[in-house]
């Protein structure tokens, strides 16, 4: 007998980005065309750092920092966002876009370093 994969959630999940209605904005702005909705964003990652950070939740954090990747880009536009840099979405100069790939050749790099934990910031 074969194994056989379901691909299905993959498929919707990609088919809400053809028309996204990820956030509550749901501008259906199609994400793989140039196009760009309120967020600005694409399908791409688009990062604004990968770094040990030690700034925060010490318990999880602990002596060598939490390998965070800190995502840029944000829907919701906070007038007191504390990440405000990365996170608008007409200005996120300090973004760039990584691949896959890279993101996670980073964070093995870090875990290399002493990092004991992963967090996934969003903007």
């Given at each position: ?53 030690k ?26 966002c ?42």
């Amino acid at each position: 007998m074969k194994n056989e994969i379901d691909l299905t959630p993959a498929y919707e999940y990609f088919e809400k980005l053809r028309n996204c209605v990820c956030c509550p904005r749901e501008c259906g702005v199609n994400r793989f065309s140039d196009e760009r909705g309120f967020c600005q964003s694409g399908t791409e990652f688009s990062i604004g750092s990968i770094c040990s950070h030690k700034g925060e939740e010490p318990a999880l954090s602990g002596r060598n920092g939490i390998a965070n990747v800190f995502f840029a880009r944000c829907n919701m536009q906070c007038v007191f966002c504390q990440n405000h840099q990365i996170s608008r979405t007409k200005k996120a100069v300090l973004a760039s876009f990584w691949n896959l790939e890279s993101i996670c050749e980073r964070i093995e790099q870090l875990l290399d370093e002493g990092c004991h934990m992963v967090g996934f910031v969003s903007p």
